[in-house]
C-alpha cells in the first residue's frame, strides 16, 4: 500500500480526487497520509503539492515529491526525496506538449529519465492520451496520476484506457 500526502490549500479537494480515482482505478493502493505529513514527521512514498504549502512542518521525507510549477511558492521547505516537477512549462519533468481541439484529448509528455527504485526506468515520452477535461486542473491531475501509475509499473494498457 502507497502512502500518499497531498499538500497545499483546502480548494485541491478536485484535485485530490482526480489523482486518487485515476490511480486506484489501476489497481493501485493507497494510505491518504496527508494530515500527517502536514503536522507530523512522517514519510510518504508520494506526495504531491499542486499549491501554497500550508504546513507547519518544514522538512517533507518522501520518495518522490511532485510539485506544481506553475503555482507562485514563497514558502521555504526542505524536500528528502525524488523530486518531479510538472506544469505547463517547458523546462519541467511533466508537463503537457499539445491539447486537441475541444479539449478531447491531450499529448502527456516526460521530459527527462526517472528512476525508480524498483528497477524500472521511465524513459523521456510523449504520449497521446484521448480523454476529454474540462479544466486546467484536470490536466495537472492527469500529469501526477500517469506519472504515479508509471513509476508503479502499471500495464500501459490499463494506464491508457479511457475512464
Given at each position: 500500500m502507497?502512502?500518499?500526502a497531498?499538500?497545499?490549500?483546502?480548494?485541491?479537494k478536485?484535485?485530490?480526487?482526480?489523482?486518487?480515482?485515476?490511480?486506484?482505478?489501476?489497481?493501485?493502493?493507497?494510505?491518504?497520509?496527508?494530515?500527517?505529513?502536514?503536522h507530523?514527521?512522517?514519510?510518504?512514498?508520494?506526495?504531491?503539492?499542486?499549491?501554497?504549502?500550508?504546513?507547519?512542518?518544514?522538512?517533507?521525507?518522501?520518495?518522490y515529491?511532485?510539485?506544481?510549477?506553475?503555482?507562485?511558492?514563497?514558502e521555504?521547505?526542505?524536500?528528502?526525496g525524488?523530486?518531479i516537477?510538472?506544469?505547463?512549462?517547458?523546462?519541467?519533468?511533466?508537463?503537457?506538449?499539445?491539447?486537441?481541439?475541444?479539449?478531447e484529448?491531450?499529448?502527456?509528455?516526460?521530459?527527462?529519465?526517472?528512476?525508480?527504485?524498483?528497477?524500472?526506468?521511465v524513459e523521456?515520452q510523449?504520449?497521446?492520451?484521448?480523454v476529454?477535461?474540462?479544466?486546467?486542473?484536470?490536466l495537472?491531475?492527469?500529469?501526477?496520476?500517469?506519472?504515479?501509475?508509471?513509476?508503479?509499473?502499471?500495464?500501459?494498457?490499463?494506464?491508457?484506457?479511457?475512464e
Amino acid at each position: 500500500m502507497k502512502k500518499i500526502a497531498f499538500v497545499g490549500k483546502e480548494q485541491n479537494k478536485i484535485f485530490k480526487a482526480a489523482v486518487l480515482k485515476f490511480i486506484s482505478s489501476r489497481g493501485i493502493e493507497y494510505e491518504d497520509v496527508s494530515y500527517d505529513i502536514i503536522h507530523k514527521d512522517v514519510y510518504a512514498d508520494y506526495v504531491i503539492v499542486n499549491s501554497h504549502i500550508n504546513t507547519l512542518n518544514s522538512k517533507i521525507n518522501c520518495r518522490y515529491c511532485f510539485i506544481n510549477m506553475d503555482s507562485i511558492y514563497q514558502e521555504k521547505i526542505s524536500i528528502n526525496g525524488n523530486l518531479i516537477t510538472y506544469g505547463f512549462g517547458n523546462k519541467n519533468t511533466i508537463t503537457i506538449s499539445s491539447v486537441e481541439n475541444e479539449n478531447e484529448g491531450f499529448v502527456y509528455c516526460i521530459q527527462r529519465f526517472l528512476v525508480c527504485s524498483n528497477s524500472n526506468i521511465v524513459e523521456p515520452q510523449e504520449i497521446p492520451i484521448e480523454v476529454a477535461f474540462d479544466t486546467e486542473e484536470q490536466l495537472y491531475s492527469y500529469m501526477v496520476a500517469i506519472t504515479i501509475s508509471l513509476i508503479e509499473k502499471v500495464d500501459s494498457k490499463k494506464i491508457f484506457n479511457k475512464e
